[in-house]
Structures are given as structure tokens and as C-alpha cells.
């Protein structure tokens, strides 16, 4: 069975940093692009970042490009979202999600995602 699994998340304070981890069972990451996505109240999923399954390419949003860095580890078959110089707007649910071909910022070109795990920025 394929699942994913987020944790990382939390309260943190404006400027402070985070990591995220997207752990997999059932199915090997390195042969899936795996992306990182986002959803505030009332706001639609946004693509954050993805790393593909072939020569691990990683991919930003403009909105998080310098701050965020998505990396993997095939070890421990997980995948990990940095995030940096966190402000209030980067608060939000965060899901990891996999696709068996290449990256995308859409949401629903993923068929296999978490539960989510919640980011708050907030002094």
C-alpha cells in the first residue's frame, strides 16, 4: 500500500526555520517525482517545490525560491523541505505528494498524497 506521511510542522516565530519530512512506505521515492505542495484558509493548493525521480532536479515556486530547499534521501527512502526565513504567509497545511512521471505545480496531476502537517508563522 502506497502512503506518504508528513511531519515537521509547528509553530514558528517570522525569520525562523523548519524542516519537513515526507516519508514514504510502500513504494520506492527515487522512482517517483515527489512535490510539495500548500493550502491556506480559503486559498486553493499551491505548488511549493518537487524534486523529480531522475537526476533529482528540484523545482520553487517564485515565492519560496532562496528560502525553501527540497532535498532527498534515498536511505531512508524521504523527502525533505527546508524551509528558511519563514514569514506569515508561508502559513499554511503542507502536503507531500508523488507522481510517477515528471514534476508539475499542479495539484491534480498527483494521485498519491499525505495527510498534510500544519505550518504556522506567527510572533
Known amino acids: 500500500q502506497v502512503q506518504l506521511v508528513e511531519s515537521g510542522g509547528g509553530l514558528v516565530q517570522p525569520g525562523g526555520s523548519l524542516r519537513l519530512s515526507c516519508a514514504a512506505s510502500g513504494f520506492t521515492l527515487t522512482y517517483y517525482a515527489i512535490g510539495w505542495f500548500r493550502q491556506a484558509p480559503g486559498k486553493e493548493r499551491e505548488g511549493v517545490s518537487c524534486i523529480t525521480r531522475s537526476d533529482g532536479s528540484t523545482y520553487y515556486a517564485d515565492s519560496v525560491k532562496g528560502r525553501f530547499t527540497i532535498s532527498r534521501d534515498n536511505a531512508k527512502n524521504t523527502v525533505y523541505l527546508q524551509m528558511n526565513s519563514l514569514k506569515p504567509e508561508d502559513t499554511a497545511v503542507y502536503y507531500c505528494?508523488?507522481?510517477?512521471?515528471?514534476?508539475?505545480?499542479?495539484?491534480?496531476?498527483?494521485?498519491?498524497w499525505g495527510q498534510g502537517t500544519q505550518v504556522t508563522v506567527s510572533s
Open positions: 505528494a508523488a507522481r510517477s512521471l515528471l514534476c508539475s505545480p499542479t495539484a491534480a496531476d498527483f494521485g498519491s
